[in-house]
């Protein structure tokens, strides 16, 4: 706000615009200048007489909204002279350097800042508007536009658009919609949950599917938005035109911010972000793999390490993540200072309270990182271990208790990782059976979050869990210390929804047969007891439909990802009612179309699919047109 007198003074058009109110320009943390960009340093780098020409700027990536509020939601969009992202980094001077595409060389005097406009409205011809406001964008944020728009009214619908000052060059419309009053009694809520997006695995067709049936009315994605490897480490990009640039590894601030932008190309991703707002969190991906407070799987704190990496410290290459990841999603910044904080909640009416986790960059234990499973496995049943710090786990288990004591009907916490035990000595072998990175990495943590349902009868909890490319339905239970029938599902706290990836291959093999992925679906479902459905084999995604008395998920396969269409099989649907705490039984009504469903069975019917572009046969891992 102190920023405004002088804003006044270089608006191109002479409207009141605003530096700060672009959260991007405060963030990542705003009250250390060594962290965020000095928005005084960038004024006075900036030329005033030099205005752009609103017809060489350009609505790169359309427009996106997220966390919304009662009253407020974040709006998104990108208005900029290159599709190219911004090569400068921000320094400890507080401001980028300005790359000039043409010259391709840094210059110490940019251009007037962008300005522009956005508006509000309940109606899509936005004559109705409820919010409007002028802001700058510069290079120094990738020229990203992030605003809150305000003084909205609770679930309800809105339609949102940008406009270059004094121009008619104008974004995309996006639509987007506002939460429940926390005291409202919202009768029911539908969310699609999704993670593991890998763009050289796959087109986004899982985003786009929700968007055509318009059956939701949140995204929640539960990180792995985008993957850091070179397309020849880990992808086909090759084969079906989608090399994710730049074409190596990614360190710098700019190739983050590449990474993401590139991933922001494909259609079905801008689609949902323009009609969705989406409650994203991290995984390790969006920094690098098997990720945790000090390091990854791929980046020692070493002097060899660094100097293999190009330089690039664990520390620097988190923060390069971090900022790119903040100003390209349309996430809020709940604690302005608080850089890496994305653990957050949402009270959706008297309906639900969903709770998102950070199990992943924030302060986790050290994990597997592959040359060290043994040394994992040793200590992962260390009471001193934490997936989140103390700080987050003391604000989850308060959170989740304040839920239960509003009366909020259910409690929808959403986790990166896997909750459950599972058992894979199938694939792991005997010595080191259970997946260290996931809660079983972390037993006393995931005993933590037990005991505080268990021993204040905290129910309706349902926990969504990604990062393992597979589907995973179970009763929430804890196992060798509550009793619990894996028939009846007696002796549950709750339930765990395990999706699977919208393009990353299934982990027990890469275009793995049909028959062999539901082989070892039926030994996982049979050598696990509270696992009672399982699929590896369809990439995808899950839509979660709330009401009082019941939770519904209906889990959709994708018979294929290897080119972009809106084909989906739905394979499997499951009930809670409220009160259960646990899988309503038959579960999943004793029939699924994949996988392996304990006391159930599995039934592939083929489908005929109406695509606008002839009748297409679809039947399991086989498309025909008919
Ligand atoms: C604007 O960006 C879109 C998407 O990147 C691109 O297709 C289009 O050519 C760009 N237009 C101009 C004028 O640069
Ligand atoms: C899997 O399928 C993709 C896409 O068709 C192909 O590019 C890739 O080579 C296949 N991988 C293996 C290991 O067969
Ligand atoms: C930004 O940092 C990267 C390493 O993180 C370095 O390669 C690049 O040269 C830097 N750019 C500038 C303009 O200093
Ligand atoms: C990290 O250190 C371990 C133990 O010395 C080593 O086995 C591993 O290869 C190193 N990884 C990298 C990426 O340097
Ligand atoms: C995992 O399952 C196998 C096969 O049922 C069993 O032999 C082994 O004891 C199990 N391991 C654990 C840790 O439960
Ligand atoms: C967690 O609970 C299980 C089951 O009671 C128990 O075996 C394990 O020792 C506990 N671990 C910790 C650290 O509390
Ligand atoms: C899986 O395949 C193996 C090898 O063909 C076979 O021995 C086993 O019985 C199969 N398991 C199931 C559960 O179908
Ligand atoms: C799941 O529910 C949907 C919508 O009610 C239905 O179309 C579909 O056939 C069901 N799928 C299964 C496998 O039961
Ligand atoms: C589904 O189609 C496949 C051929 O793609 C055929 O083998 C199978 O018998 C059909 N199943 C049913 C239930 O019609
Ligand atoms: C329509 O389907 C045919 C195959 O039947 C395919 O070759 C063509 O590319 C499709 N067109 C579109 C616009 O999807």
């Known amino acids: 706000m102190k920023f405004q007198g002088l804003s006044l003074l270089l608006c191109v058009g002479g409207a009141s615009a605003n530096w700060a109110r672009n959260i991007n320009f405060r963030s990542p943390s705003e009250h250390h200048p060594a962290l965020g960009v000095s928005i005084h340093k960038v004024v006075k780098r900036t030329d005033p007489s030099s205005p752009w020409d609103p017809s060489k700027l350009n609505f790169t990536h359309g427009v996106a909204s997220g966390d919304p509020y009662p009253d407020s939601v974040i709006l998104w969009t990108r208005i900029a002279p290159s599709s190219d992202n911004d090569h400068s980094n921000v320094t400890v001077s507080g401001y980028a350097k300005l790359y000039n595409h043409d010259t391709e060389e840094y210059v110490s005097v940019s251009k007037a800042p962008v300005c522009v406009e956005y508006t509000v409205a309940t109606d899509d011809s936005c004559e109705d508007v ?11 944020i990738d020229y990203t536009v992030k605003v809150e728009a305000k003084n909205l009214k609770p679930f309800t619908q809105y339609y949102y658009q940008f406009t270059v000052c004094n121009s008619d060059n104008k ?9 429940p009053h926390a005291d409202d009694d919202v009768t029911k809520i539908g969310i699609a949950v999704y993670s593991c997006s890998n763009y050289p695995f796959g087109f986004f067709n899982a985003f786009g599917n929700p968007v055509r049936k318009d059956s939701v009315d949140y995204v929640v994605h539960l990180g792995d938005y985008i993957y850091e490897y070179a397309n020849g480490e880990y992808g086909w990009g090759q084969s079906i035109g989608r090399i994710p640039l730049p074409d190596k590894q990614i360190y710098s601030l700019y190739d983050y911010r590449k990474r993401i932008a590139t991933y ?6 801008v689609a949902s972000h323009q009609q969705f707002p989406w409650i994203p969190v991290w995984d390790d991906h969006e920094v690098a793999d098997n990720t945790y407070r000090d390091g990854s799987s791929e980046l020692n704190n070493t002097e060899d390490s660094f100097i293999h990496d190009g330089g690039v410290s664990v520390d620097q290459r988190k923060m390069n993540a971090v900022r790119a990841y903040f100003e390209w999603m349309p996430i809020r910044q709940v604690e302005m200072d608080d850089n890496l ?7 959706i009416g008297k309906l639900v309270d969903l709770v998102m986790l950070d199990t992943r960059q924030y302060d986790r234990s050290i994990t597997d990182l592959y040359w060290n499973t043994e040394y994992i496995h040793a200590i992962s049943n260390d009471a001193g271990r934490s997936l989140m710090g103390s700080r987050q786990e003391n604000w989850f288990y308060d959170t989740i208790t ?16 896997v909750f459950s035990r599972i058992n894979e000595s199938i694939v792991f072998g005997d010595e080191d059976p259970l997946n260290y990175d996931s809660w079983d990495g ?12 268990y021993d204040n009868d905290i129910g309706n909890n349902i926990f969504l869990s990604g990062d393992s490319h597979a589907s995973w339905v179970s009763d929430l239970v804890w196992l060798g210390e509550k009793e619990y029938d894996k028939t009846t599902g007696e002796g549950a706290i709750g339930v765990e929804f395990g999706g699977s990836a919208v393009t990353s291959p299934c982990p027990y093999g890469a ?7 539901n082989n070892y679906s039926t030994w996982l479902q049979t050598n696990n007891d509270e696992l009672q459905w399982q699929d590896l084999y369809y ?8 009401s009082h008395d019941s939770a519904e998920a209906r889990y959709f396969g994708l018979p294929t990802v290897v080119s972009r269409n809106s084909w989906e099989i739905p394979i499997a649907n499951f009930t809670v009612k409220s009160g259960a705490n646990k899988l309503q039984r038959p579960v999943a009504g004793g029939v699924v179309e994949s996988g392996s469903l304990k006391g159930g069975k599995v039934v592939q019917t083929n489908l005929t699919v109406d695509t606008g572009n002839g009748t297409w046969f679809v039947s399991h891992a086989n498309l025909e047109v008919l």
């Open 130 to 140: 409820v919010d409007s406001g002028t802001v700058y964008t510069s290079s120094d």
């Open 171 to 179: 974004s995309p419309l996006g639509r987007t919609k506002t939460t």
């Open 264 to 269: 922001r190309t494909d259609l079905d991703l």
């Open 341 to 347: 904080r994305i653990w957050r909640s949402f009270s």
């Open 402 to 417: 304040k839920s239960s004591k509003r009366g909020a009907t259910w409690r929808v916490i959403g986790s990166q990782i």
């Open 442 to 453: 972390y037993q006393a943590n995931r005993n933590r979050t037990l005991s505080l349902l």
């Open 511 to 517: 275009n793995i047969s049909l028959a062999q992925a």
């Open 539 to 546: 990439r995808g995604y899950y839509e979660l439909h709330l």
